[in-house]
């Protein structure tokens, strides 16, 4: 199964990667607009609801060092929504690769892949947590 990315809306200008963004079915947001942080969330859930996964980043852009940013809660009712399922992973290392630019090299990233929370059954006290309970999960990792 392809799975998309709810991306921000500029990343339509970069020539190759909107054609690979096409292909899996990408949702755009603007950040500015509102409306259209809350169209992104409705086109992501039905996405999901279809059975097309989408991938979105809690913090709402990259983050420079190891540190966590902000996580934002409307990440998670992209999920919720759709009665989807949540798989909260923790990525590792990027802020090598994202802010050392010194020519293009290698560098190791670690993906933690966390066990599937399932939004289908949650009553509404546990969608309230649910938010935390995610972010939890992704800031308790321990990268190696």
Request: overall charge positive; proline content about 6%; some cysteine.
């Amino acid at each position: 199964v392809q799975t998309g990315f709810i991306a921000k809306k500029e990343l339509r200008k970069v020539p190759i990667l909107i054609t690979w963004m096409e292909a899996l079915g990408c949702v755009y947001i603007d950040r500015r607009n509102p409306r259209s942080q809350i169209k992104a969330i409705i086109d992501g859930a039905k996405a999901v609801a279809s059975g097309h996964p989408q991938v979105i980043f809690p913090e709402g852009t990259r983050s420079r060092s190891e540190e966590f940013g902000e996580f934002k809660p409307g990440s998670i009712k992209l999920a919720t929504r759709s009665r989807g399922t949540i798989i909260p992973l923790t990525i590792c290392n990027t802020s090598y690769l994202m802010e050392n630019k010194r020519g293009v090299r290698r560098e190791s990233v670690e993906l933690i892949i966390h066990p599937p929370i399932e939004t289908g059954n949650l009553d509404d006290a546990a969608l309230k947590q649910l938010p935390e309970k995610v972010f939890d999960i992704i800031r308790g990792a321990t990268c190696g």
